[in-house]
């Protein structure tokens, strides 16, 4: 069996992304394996792929091999589907593998498929093609932030097609890998923090007397319309700030308000704190 995209990992994320696959690739490109096989089974039921028996199977069928897997659970994968990435690749025939793993460098992956395997890794003249991938979770509707670094044998239309397939999902960026920790910081830990945002905002309308489920509703949209704003017309958000607060108005109270109570300060230190948790995830070992 031959399958363009194949995913490790039956999750929300990893659904998510074969979902966009599925729609730029069509559903029968698609496959699932996950220890779970009931899992594994019901998610490609939901996009009419196919369900996988083992990762090794998986490994072998795709052309790109996702790994949507938890940051500790990827060893294990890895020493699992090794041997078969190394024969594919020996064999002028490799699959890329996508991870979305946090603190799993494109270095450390590598190390880890050459050390699964008894061949020597000099047989083999640029190891495994590797791109690693951070998305968030909005990728769940289409609307979500994807940073892509790719190793440097990774074939240039393979990784065009590859950036195709995730545009289904979201906004594609590629990026240095070096920034894939920061961004883990800001877009992937961001929607945490947009929701605790949103919610005290819909928490404000209430206490102005809006019903609960309006008062979501607007703030919701509100946050929805001033970042389509941001993206579509290019302008700062500072310009959008200032184009709403009028002199001596309701929205520079606000903004008074909010420097008061430290929210810059305070979302600034969100997402160094999660952009440091990731340098942690990083240094860890195996």
């Known amino acids: 069996m031959k399958i363009l995209i194949s995913c490790i990992g039956a999750g929300n994320m990893g659904t998510a992304l074969m979902k966009a696959a599925a729609a730029a690739a069509g559903e029968k490109n698609t496959g699932f394996a ?55 690749t020996a064999s002028a025939r490799p699959a890329v593998v996508v991870s979305m793993a946090a603190g799993w460098s494109i270095a450390r992956i590598q190390t880890a498929l050459n050390g699964a395997i008894s061949a020597p890794a000099a047989a083999i003249k640029d190891g495994v093609p590797l791109v690693r991938i951070m998305p968030n979770t909005p990728a769940l509707v289409s609307r979500g932030m994807i940073a892509l670094a790719a190793s440097p044998n990774v074939n240039a239309s393979r990784l065009e097609e590859l950036e195709r397939i995730l545009a289904r999902a979201g906004l594609v960026e590629r990026m240095d890998e070096k920034l894939l920790d920061a961004v883990t910081g800001l877009s992937g830990s961001g929607p945490a923090f947009v929701c605790q945002f949103i919610e005290a905002l819909a928490d404000g309308g209430v206490l102005a007397g809006l019903p609960r489920d309006k008062a979501l509703r607007c703030a919701a949209q509100t946050v929805l319309g001033t970042a389509a704003l941001i993206l579509q017309t290019g302008k700062h958000p500072g310009e959008i700030k200032d184009m709403t607060s009028s002199p001596g108005g309701t929205t520079i109270a606000g903004i008074a308000a909010l420097e008061r109570g430290g929210f810059r300060g305070t979302l600034i230190s969100a997402v160094e704190a999660a952009w440091k948790r990731s340098l942690e995830l990083a240094a860890e070992k195996e």
């Open 34 to 88: 996950d220890t779970d096989r009931a899992k594994a089974r019901a998610a490609a039921k939901a996009l009419g792929g196919t369900a996988f028996a083992s990762n090794t199977e998986a490994a072998k069928a795709a052309d790109f091999v996702f790994l949507a897997v938890k940051p500790q659970s990827l060893a294990p994968v890895l020493a699992e589907i090794a041997p078969v990435l190394r024969e594919r």
